[in-house]
């Protein structure tokens, strides 16, 4: 069951987008409120995720499913940040995903959680896949950097 709330979210947003081969995803976060449990991955509105399924496995999963992915990011990019915990607001999720690309999932998130944060992750291993957009943009401006994840993610 998905959360939709009026979100007090900064007006800065975080777009990842992340390919291997024909699989792709694509994420635009923006961070809200002290998180003190409860949900940790909200939504602004109805229509997300879009996900399609590359494999038998994965057409069984649910939007809970795939949260558990980003939840783990976020929770990456926090400890080893050493930030407090903010809800995460999820205005886009995109993607062709197979069972064992929820990695690549989490890694997203939390890149797009430690450039939230004005704050880069290095030495994040996601073989195979390749950041091709991060776009952090503050309501007016859009920066704009392409990395390659196993070299670390700085601007």
Same mark, same amino acid.
């Given at each position: 069951?998905?959360? @939709?709330?009026?979100?007090? *979210?900064?007006?800065?947003?975080?777009? !990842?987008?992340?390919?291997?081969?024909?699989?792709?995803?694509?994420?635009?976060?923006?961070?809200?409120?002290?998180?003190?449990?409860?949900?940790?991955? !909200?939504?602004?509105?109805?229509?997300?995720?879009?996900? &399609?399924?590359? /494999? /038998? +496995?994965?057409?069984?999963?649910?939007? $809970?499913?795939?949260?558990? #992915?980003?939840?783990? #990011? =976020?929770?990456?990019?926090?400890? =080893?940040?050493?930030?407090?915990?903010?809800?995460? !607001?999820?205005?886009?999720? &995109?993607?062709? +995903?197979?069972? =064992? /690309?929820?990695?690549?999932? *989490?890694?997203?998130? *939390?890149? #797009?959680? =430690?450039? +939230? +944060? #004005?704050?880069?992750?290095?030495?994040?291993?996601?073989? $195979?896949?390749? !950041?091709?957009?991060?776009?952090?943009?503050?309501? $007016?401006?859009?920066?704009?950097?392409? @990395?390659?994840?196993?070299?670390?993610?700085? $601007?």
């Amino acid at each position: 069951m998905s959360t @939709h709330i009026s979100s007090s *979210a900064s007006s800065e947003t975080v777009r !990842v987008r992340l390919e291997n081969g024909p699989r792709w995803l694509e994420l635009q976060l923006s961070l809200d409120g002290d998180w003190n449990g409860g949900r940790l991955i !909200v939504y602004p509105h109805a229509g997300i995720p879009d996900v &399609r399924a590359a /494999d /038998d +496995l994965s057409r069984t999963y649910d939007l $809970q499913t795939w949260e558990t #992915g980003m939840m783990s #990011g =976020a929770f990456q990019a926090y400890r =080893a940040l050493n930030c407090p915990r903010r809800r995460v !607001v999820v205005a886009d999720l &995109r993607g062709l +995903l197979s069972s =064992a /690309d929820m990695t690549a999932l *989490a890694a997203a998130t *939390a890149i #797009g959680v =430690a450039k +939230l +944060l #004005g704050n880069d992750l290095p030495n994040l291993d996601i073989p $195979q896949w390749r !950041v091709v957009d991060l776009s952090l943009s503050n309501g $007016q401006t859009t920066f704009r950097a392409g @990395h390659n994840p196993n070299e670390g993610v700085s $601007q």
